[in-house]
């Protein structure tokens, strides 16, 4: 569901929460076990979107299917505003609690996904961005799909994205640049 830049502008000026999956989103979707430790992948550039975004005034939260201590750490190293793993339910419902929360509606939401089990938030959020290596079906319901591949910079290419469309990135370029 492609939108044209100024309809894709237009959506992104209302986002107040930035939503994402976890793994394939934030990571390249590849776990390292052994001897009792997990291991992730996280992009320091992603991170410092999402913080650019916080410090604007944004709400972030990160939704996940699956437990991970290594999901647990970064998102404390980030200060994400709202952490939600889960073994059984479905994202929506914890997209939703995480609304509620911060007091927005769907139009006002930006997910990112990648897989099957991100469908549902995709189809309702105000702005659905996959990212390059997602599964056809999520791509399809997009309204952007990232150039950058999951956990390689692509939820940063979105912050960056939200930032520009809401006039906060020349300020924030410019603060950085004395």
Request: hydrophobic share 40%.
């Amino acid at each position: 569901m492609s939108l044209s830049k100024a309809a894709q502008r237009k959506r992104l000026q209302a986002i107040r929460l930035f939503l994402c999956d976890v793994d394939g989103v934030l990571t390249d979707g590849a776990i390292i076990m052994g001897q009792g430790v997990e291991l992730k992948r996280f992009s320091i550039q992603d991170g410092l979107g999402l913080r650019l975004l916080q410090k604007e005034g944004l709400k972030v939260g990160w939704i996940s299917n699956r437990p991970s201590t290594s999901t647990i750490e970064r998102a404390k190293d980030l200060k994400v505003d709202y952490l939600h793993q889960q073994k059984a339910g479905t994202k929506t419902q914890a997209a939703e609690d995480m609304m509620k929360q911060a007091g927005v509606t769907w139009e006002q939401v930006c997910y990112m996904g990648d897989d099957i089990v991100d469908l549902a938030v995709l189809k309702r959020a105000g702005f659905a961005a996959a990212v390059a290596n997602a599964i056809a079906e999520a791509k399809d319901v997009a309204h952007y799909v990232t150039k950058a591949p999951g956990g390689d910079g692509a939820v940063r290419e979105v912050c960056e994205m939200i930032l520009k469309a809401q006039g906060h990135w020349k300020p924030l370029v410019e603060e950085y640049s004395r």
